[in-house]
Nanobody
């Protein structure tokens, strides 16, 4: 599967952005899908994920209550709605997929930059 992330940009603190991850060459309903981020000088980390079965979700503590991950299987797209953004959310955001039955994310999209100004 190929993944194409979009929707990043510059926003003021307290604002919102919605990231999209469009998939091709595969059906996202067969994948656990995740959003990761990497800030300068820091390791890439998982922000949110949604499993292929039952759609159960996970959120990092730093984004709980502010970010929402969702998937639209009819559009083969995963979204990350980011509200109440903070300067510390500034990072390059990546979407990734892990084929069902696997825990490792083997499929990655290109990053999209999110910059939150104070």
């Amino acid at each position: 599967v190929q993944l194409q992330a979009s929707g990043g940009g510059l926003v003021q603190a307290g604002g919102s952005l919605r990231l999209s991850c469009a998939a091709s060459g595969g059906t996202i309903s067969n994948y656990n899908m995740g959003w990761f981020r990497q800030a300068p000088g820091k390791e890439r980390g998982l922000v949110a994920s949604v499993r292929y079965v039952f759609g159960s979700t996970y959120y990092a503590d730093s984004v709980k209550g502010r970010f929402t991950i969702s998937r639209d299987n009819t559009k083969n797209t995963v979204y990350l709605q980011m509200d109440s953004l903070k300067p510390e959310d500034t990072a390059v955001y990546y979407c990734a997929g892990a084929l069902r039955g696997n825990d490792k994310y083997n499929y990655w999209g290109q990053g999209t930059q999110v910059t939150v100004s104070s």
